[in-house]
């Protein structure tokens, strides 16, 4: 049987919003903000050089709509360069720390700002730091979108994303052991595609330095990172026969000359590989339906 292989390019244009998101409320640091203008600018231009010179590979962006509204100039190559464009949120915000009201109109708002700039609707979401909230999987489904790139309960086979909004009794020490000593329940499943993700092909951790984040390195050397994704890979061919690989980077990671290299290099990898395609994650949605 020949093999099928969907690999797909899955890039988060966070730009400034995650720098300027803090969480604690502190001021962003601007020394962190130009990193984001570097990635909108430089890094962006370069990835859509890399897809150009590849055969003109369409991959998925995903955009903060701050980023789409910060810098429209430089996400309209991307729009304009036939490359799908994906939901991330507004400024990168945590889902998982909002109110269900305020996910819906984080949402709505990003949704509104999509339409504006692309004339469609959007067809897929990722959680900005896939950080989902119990609430995330029904608001998808509410609001029409057909797929997610936030949850792991796979890692290369497309599956319909679970609801878990009742599924898991959390623990609490400030009440009775009997209270939160509960098995998971049963999931339920929605009719959102699940393209799954996974840190481990994630070029953010290794590579991207911060002083304030203690779980990012930023001096790991691209060729470990490399032989990881290769191996990874490697295990996936031999035991499927179809299977999806998605790779997930930013544009102020990736875009860096010594990671531009790696990638280079993988990208010749993965080619060496019969019946690899490089595709959108709306065409691995599609053919899953």
């Known amino acids: 049987m020949v093999k099928r292989v969907f690999i797909t390019y899955c890039i988060d244009v966070d730009a400034c919003a995650g720098w300027i998101n803090t969480r604690n409320g502190s001021v962003a640091n601007a020394s962190d903000v130009s990193r984001g203008v570097f990635g909108a600018n430089v890094g962006v231009d370069r990835l859509l050089k890399f897809f150009d010179d590849n055969g003109g590979i369409k991959a998925t962006w995903f955009m903060p709509s701050h980023t789409i509204l910060s810098?429209?100039?430089?996400?309209?190559?991307?729009?304009?360069?036939?490359?799908?464009?994906?939901?991330?949120?507004?400024?990168?915000?945590?889902?998982?720390?909002?109110?269900?009201?305020?996910?819906?109109?984080?949402?709505?708002?990003?949704?509104?700002?999509?339409?504006?700039?692309?004339?469609?609707?959007?067809?897929?979401?990722?959680?900005?730091?896939?950080?989902?909230?119990?609430?995330?999987?029904?608001?998808?489904?509410?609001f029409g979108i057909e797929y997610d790139h936030s949850l792991c309960h796979h890692d290369c086979q497309p599956y319909w994303?679970?609801?878990?909004?009742?599924?898991?009794?959390?623990?609490?020490?400030?009440?009775?052991?009997?209270?939160?000593?509960?098995?998971?329940?049963?999931?339920?499943?929605?009719?959102?595609?699940?393209?799954?993700?996974?840190?481990?092909?994630?070029?953010?951790?290794?590579?991207?330095?911060?002083?304030?984040?203690?779980?990012?390195?930023?001096?790991?050397?691209?060729?470990?990172?490399?032989?990881?994704?290769?191996?990874?890979?490697?295990?996936?061919?031999?035991e499927y026969e179809t299977f999806a690989f998605s790779i997930s980077i930013h544009p102020q990671v990736s875009g860096r000359s010594n990671i531009m290299l790696m990638h280079e290099r993988f990208i010749e990898f993965l080619k060496g590989h019969e019946g690899v395609e490089f595709v959108t994650a709306a065409t691995i949605c599609d053919e899953y339906v």
């Open 71 to 142: 810098f429209p100039d430089q996400m309209a190559k991307v729009r304009d360069g036939g490359h799908e464009i994906g939901l991330h949120g507004y400024t990168h915000e945590a889902v998982s720390k909002l109110t269900e009201d305020q996910e819906r109109k984080v949402m709505a708002k990003s949704i509104e700002v999509y339409k504006d700039f692309t004339g469609k609707y959007p067809k897929g979401w990722v959680a900005p730091a896939w950080e989902v909230s119990p609430k995330s999987m029904q608001i998808l489904e509410e």
């Open 161 to 238: 994303a679970p609801d878990v909004a009742d599924t898991v009794i959390y623990t609490d020490y400030s009440q009775d052991p009997d209270t939160w000593m509960v098995p998971m329940q049963q999931h339920k499943v929605t009719k959102v595609v699940e393209i799954p993700g996974s840190w481990n092909i994630d070029d953010w951790p290794p590579m991207q330095f911060s002083i304030r984040n203690p779980g990012t390195h930023g001096f790991v050397n691209p060729r470990d990172i490399q032989q990881q994704w290769e191996d990874q890979f490697t295990f996936m061919y031999r």
